[in-house]
């Protein structure tokens, strides 16, 4: 039985389940290179010109289709039945994005009954959809999950636009814009507030119930519904002392939003004792919160949904039709986030060819990449199916010497972000302890939290410590990823550090290169180099300009 789940909103995403496992996903930026795309029409060629589809599901956000009025059952079911000659039962779960973010993480997470906290920014409609003002909808949620698909509503809070209410996710995402940044960017107001402290001056953003006060936050009751950004309630903060630095107000939302949501799950714990915690909701890419929770609550279990922003609702609408039919009660952890199309390495030798004037073939091994690597020259790779979410984990990554004191300026010039970004390292799994403080973990595969650096670590690995001593991580085993670990192995050979400075192959405002032509022409574009092909035991190096 082949499943199409999609989601069609501002991170639009397919995915492909075939008998309940996950054979596919992709979201519609990586083909069209626009970021935050909302149309997932690429990707859905993909599938549907590859796989008879029985079942097509999808849970958009609630204003997706208030705009005009759409039937998202006619429109998107026409659309994709028009490509196939199969029967298609279509299921519109477009009421119950919260259950499909928490569908999502609770199937992949491995436990067979837990609790599930959603924070996210909107989510279904509550409410009179004829009047915009009137409109109310789900921005926290808590379920507690059990196969095959039962989830029950413990509690749910609400945006009311009608009385200006903003809510924690809303509350940073409004201080995001106000201190200058894009919609989707908040993961620079995350970076920046390592570099700010308590300030007097200001005044507490949220109230006793979790949402913006509203002196300080106002919700724009006109959505915009622009092509790449559907359906967003914006929200904007407001009467800030201007004497008050960027950083210091970047530092305060992460304080008081990350213990709200631990204020959540205490009250979570205490009415269910249930101690295993599924997360999901695009705040839950926010992983200094979440190594704030693994060390604020020892004694719980945490599953951090790695695709926990919209895009991932591609998923979880699959996987709910999959267990709503079948029943099954098969459990299936998140194994891997190598989940994108694949490419024959013919096809690669192919593409290549096309760019035989622009550079340099070398055949090469691990030994030698990672003595480039070690002489501080920044190397591009390009292997294997792309990652899913956004955090590159060796398959579309940019990679540097994380001993250099100078690497995260360099490398963020070179990748034009601003200065105050940090950078994420992979540690081989059975070395992360030697670093950093796991707080219990024996791994992090998919990128999830800020951890300490041990402080007798930090100077060793300067490029990717933070200011305020942590780092994102994560670790890899041979079985993960074979070709990573094996240059990450050679690297320690020569400098005794097991650890590579990682980033995502993309340059600032760009979506992760997806194909061998995107990681040609983004080296192409800027200062960067080499370009490490494990699969082809090759190096490219860019001839000259």
């Known amino acids: 039985m082949n499943i199409l789940g999609f989601n069609p909103s501002h991170h639009g995403s397919v995915c492909l389940l075939q008998d309940g496992e996950i054979k596919y996903f992709l979201q519609e930026e990586r083909l069209t290179r626009r970021k935050y795309d909302s149309h997932p029409f690429k990707t859905i060629f993909n599938v549907i010109n590859n796989y008879p589809i029985n079942y097509l599901t999808w849970a958009p956000p609630s204003l997706i289709y208030y705009c005009d009025n759409t039937n998202p059952s006619s429109y998107w079911g026409a659309f994709v039945q028009s490509f196939t000659k199969n029967q298609i039962y279509l299921v519109d779960h477009s009421n119950i994005h919260h259950i499909a973010h928490g569908a999502h993480s609770f199937y992949n997470s491995g436990f067979k009954k837990s609790l599930i ?33 039962k989830f029950i509503c413990l509690f749910k809070n609400t945006n009311n636009i009608e009385n200006n209410e903003v809510t924690l996710s809303k509350a940073y995402e409004s201080i995001n814009t106000y201190l200058g940044f894009k919609l989707g960017e908040e993961g620079k107001t995350m970076g920046l507030s390592s570099y700010g402290k308590p300030n007097s001056l200001l005044p507490t953003f949220l109230d006793k119930n979790k949402k913006g006060k509203k002196e300080i936050f106002n919700v724009d009751n006109t959505p915009n519904y622009s092509p790449l950004d559907v359906g967003i309630v914006r929200t904007y903060a407001k009467n800030l ?37 599924c997360c999901s909701g ?3 890419l926010n992983c200094v919160a979440n190594y704030y929770l693994q060390k604020r609550f020892p004694d719980v279990k945490f599953y951090f949904e790695p695709i926990a922003n919209d895009a991932g609702i591609a998923i979880g609408a699959a996987k709910l039709v999959w267990h709503s039919i079948t029943k099954d009660t098969t459990i299936r952890p998140f194994k891997s986030l190598y989940l994108g199309p694949k490419y024959s390495l013919n096809q690669l030798k192919k593409s290549i060819k096309n760019y035989k004037s622009t550079f340099i073939q070398h055949k090469t ?7 480039l690597i070690s002489e501080r020259n920044i190397i591009t790779i ?11 984990l060796g398959n579309r990554s940019i990679l540097y010497d994380p001993t250099d004191p100078n690497g995260k300026d360099f490398v963020n010039k070179v990748k034009k972000r601003e200065w105050f970004r940090p950078f994420a390292g992979t540690v081989l799994k059975e070395k992360a302890h030697e670093y950093f403080d796991m707080v219990g973990l024996e791994e992090s595969p998919f990128m999830m939290y800020a951890m300490d650096v041990w402080p007798d670590k930090q100077e060793q690995i300067q490029a990717i410590t933070h200011v305020d001593g942590t780092c994102r991580i994560q670790t890899v085993t041979e079985e993960q990823n074979p070709h990573y670990y094996k240059l990450i192995q050679e690297f320690e050979k020569i400098t005794g550090v097991p650890i590579l400075f990682n980033t995502s192959f993309n340059l600032a405002g760009d979506p992760l290169v997806e194909t061998i032509e995107d990681a040609l022409e983004t080296l192409l574009k800027s200062e960067l180099k080499y370009l490490y092909l494990p699969e082809l035991e090759m190096l490219l190096e860019k001839k000259d300009q």
């Open 117 to 149: 906290l959603v924070v996210d920014g909107n989510g279904s409609i509550v409410g009179d959809r004829k009047n915009i003002k009137k409109l109310k909808y789900e921005t926290e949620s808590i379920f507690i999950g059990e196969y095959p698909c």
């Open 241 to 277: 002392p201007n004497e008050v630095s960027k950083e210091d107000i970047a530092y305060q939302i992460q304080q008081e939003t990350q213990k709200a949501v631990g204020d959540y799950i205490e009250k979570a714990i205490k009415k269910t004792n249930i101690k295993q915690i």
């Open 282 to 284: 695009g705040y839950f």
């Open 365 to 371: 091994t691990y030994k030698q990449i990672a003595k």
């Open 382 to 392: 390009f292997q294997g199916r792309s990652e899913a979410g956004p955090r590159a």
